[in-house]
């Protein structure tokens, strides 16, 4: 296992379509977590997930975004009817099921939207 | 909203040099975490210190914490070029009910070689 896997790296959209974001954490861990970043901002939280259930979203997860983790695995990340506010990075992190929260993260997908 | 506010946003030293960067948040917290990023990558964890701790090293990192002023500091020690990215303080925010980290905005550090 190599760390936590998102897909795809960039994404370049037209503004009105629909993304989809994969993450794949490292396979032991059982908390995932979605982030968005801007430049020259820290992450901002959008939405956890505890094995299959997602247990808690941020109020920036508008009703034009929804994720979901089938099977307690991956996750997937939807943004539909796209806005160039969704600019930014979208950065997946995975932690394990014990001890304090420390965070594994990917690449990030970053998306663009024309 | 962002939990910890970092200070100062951009930090530009020499090699060999030590830099300070500083954390301050809001909420009573179980720990307090430092990642780094380098540029267009994910974040990197670096340390992780719990609120009963005063400070902690790791290697060529120190950091310190002050519970009582709700606030961080990591010093990194004889900076090297690669050390330049941006480090960001994560609190757990024990009495927010919230069970994911908060992040701050983050200070950018550029060591010249």
């Known amino acids: 296992d190599t760390g936590v896997s998102q897909d795809p790296r960039h994404k370049i959209t037209k503004r009105g379509q629909n993304v989809t974001f994969r993450c794949d954490p490292i396979s032991e861990h059982n908390r995932l977590y979605w982030y968005r970043q801007t430049l020259g901002q820290g992450p901002e939280f959008l939405t956890y997930?505890?094995?299959?259930?997602?247990?808690?979203k941020s109020r920036l997860l508008s009703d034009r975004f929804s994720a979901e983790r089938p099977k307690g695995s991956f996750s997937t990340l939807e943004i539909q009817r796209t806005e160039q506010g969704d600019s930014a990075m979208y950065l997946c992190?995975?932690?394990?099921?014990?001890?304090?929260?420390?965070?594994?993260f990917g690449s990030g997908t970053r998306l663009t939207v024309v | 909203s962002q939990q910890g506010e970092e200070d100062p946003q951009a930090l530009s030293i020499q090699e060999g040099e030590n830099a300070t960067m500083n954390c301050s948040y809001k909420t009573s917290i179980n720990n307090l975490q430092w990642y780094r990023q380098n540029s267009g990558r994910g974040l990197v964890h670096l340390i992780l210190i719990r609120s009963n701790e005063r400070e902690k090293h790791s290697g060529r990192l120190r950091v310190t914490l002050d519970t009582s002023k709700k606030s961080s500091s990591l010093l990194i020690t004889a900076s090297r070029a690669a050390d330049t990215a941006s480090y960001f303080c994560a609190t757990d925010g024990m009495d927010t009910g919230r069970r994911a980290l908060t992040f701050g905005s983050g200070t950018r550090l550029q060591v010249q070689p």
């Open positions: 997930f505890q094995n299959e259930a997602q247990l808690e």
């Open positions: 992190a995975s932690s394990a099921r014990t001890g304090p929260v420390t965070y594994t």
